[in-house]
Nanobody
Framework: VQLQASGGGLGQPGGSLRLSCAAS????????MGWFRQAPGKEREGVTCLSSSSGSTYSADSVKGRFTTSRDNAKNTVYLQMNSLKPEDTAVYYC???????????????WGQGTQVTVSS
């Protein structure tokens, strides 16, 4: 079972980046999928979690209206579209199997290697 994130790099403030996460060894159709991030010296922050069934989505307040998670089950791939980037978005981003629940932040249960995103001019 593997989750391989890619697409990170250097982004400009106000710019966009798109992260991809290819799953192998399992079919992600049946799982809630999302992203969390880890910045140096900061606690891990759940970014998004997309339900496999209901279509409901959790987004952290810090990224609402800017980041969107989507999935392509045919490609067994999850995406994170990041718009209006800010320097505080700088972090390592991890794709993960998550558990979404109403009223609480999601739990992240399994993840692979992350991808570095740096936002700087």
């Amino acid at each position: 079972v593997q989750l391989q994130a890619s697409g990170g790099g250097l982004g400009q403030p106000g710019g966009s980046l798109r992260l991809s996460c290819a799953a192998s060894g399992f079919t992600l159709d049946y799982y809630d999928m999302g992203w969390f991030r880890q910045a140096p010296g900061k606690e891990r922050e759940g970014v998004t979690c997309l339900s496999s069934s209901s279509g409901s989505t959790y987004s952290a307040d810090s990224v609402k209206g800017r980041f969107t998670t989507s999935r392509d089950n045919a490609k067994n791939t999850v995406y994170l579209q990041m718009n209006s980037l800010k320097p505080e978005d700088t972090a390592v981003y991890y794709c993960a199997i998550c558990t979404i629940a109403a009223g609480t932040p999601p739990e992240y249960d399994y993840w692979g290697q992350g991808t570095q995103v740096t936002v700087s001019s």
